[in-house]
């Protein structure tokens, strides 16, 4: 099970740090992907580490401003949002798979969503 928090409203230009919690003794066999969706619009990648935090991968969108890292000790990933834009206004979705994918399929499990508010 994983749970998302740390969404709220921002100015533009502000941060914001989003956590996803796992529960569960196998957090770190498993790569965890960000994904976002804002108001009709389809889901998209934002960014993806791998299992043992060593690689990372973003969308070009929130490349340099967007950063992912992971406690396998505290089962917890992060993201760290930086420069935050109105266009990332979303709910972002953490998510759990095998595989350090772009794609939403790829992923076995997700968390329920955390609302990001960027106000211009």
């Known amino acids: 099970q994983l749970q998302a928090s740390g969404g709220g409203l921002v100015q533009a230009g502000g941060s914001l740090r989003l956590s996803c919690a796992a529960s569960?003794?196998?957090?770190?066999?498993?790569?965890m992907g960000w994904f976002r969706q804002a108001p009709g619009k389809e889901r998209e990648f934002v960014g993806v580490?791998?299992?043992?935090?060593?690689?990372?991968r973003y969308a070009n969108s929130v490349q340099g401003r967007f950063a992912i890292f992971r406690d396998n000790a505290k089962n917890t990933v992060y993201l760290q949002m930086n420069s935050l834009k109105p266009d990332d206004a979303a709910v972002y979705y953490c998510?759990?798979?095998?595989?350090?994918?772009?794609?939403?399929?790829?992923?076995?499990?997700w968390g329920q969503g955390t609302l990001v508010t960027v106000s211009s």
């Open positions: 580490i791998s299992r043992s935090g060593g690689s990372t």
């Open positions: 569960g003794r196998t957090f770190s066999a498993y790569a």
């Open positions: 998510a759990a798979g095998p595989l350090m994918s772009v794609t939403g399929s790829s992923y076995d499990y």
